[in-house]
């Protein structure tokens, strides 16, 4: 498990490894100049849906409801069925939409995602990001990151 950190000089992200798995807000440390991103509702769909454009795929969403709580919806579930399809092809206003609809409002905590050699890779809200590829921090986090201006 690691945890994406922020430079607060340079703006830039990266990831430090947290082996123990402590809170993420652990890793705040504002007096060295570095603290854990707090990607927001839109944040997380702007990076889900915009994961192809870095050949990231996603397979996987995880849901909090208005009061952060995790909601457990089956995976065969038609909203999560067509949630995961909006934001792989990229279409954050549609997942924005079905977040809104029935029995949410929901909004992303995690997003599971497949990358370019079928390496599995998570990313929550606080920054944690577990991922079984290496470059994914380079390849994915950091472009998305100033690209889409996360921040």
Known sequence: MQQLVVDMRSHKIRAIDNLANENPVSFDQPEK?????????????????????WGYLVSGVGLRD????????????????????ALRHGEADVAQELLMKDRGPFYLGSVSLIGPLDQDINVGELGTLDSQDDEVVEN???PAWSTLRLN
């Open 66 to 85: 208005s009061h952060g709580d995790n909601v457990t919806i089956e995976d065969e579930d038609p909203i999560r069925e067509a949630l995961v399809e």
């Open 33 to 53: 100049g570095q603290v854990v991103p707090r990607f927001g509702a839109i944040s997380m769909l702007r990076f889900a849906a915009g994961a192809r454009q």
């Open 140 to 142: 994915l986090i950091a």
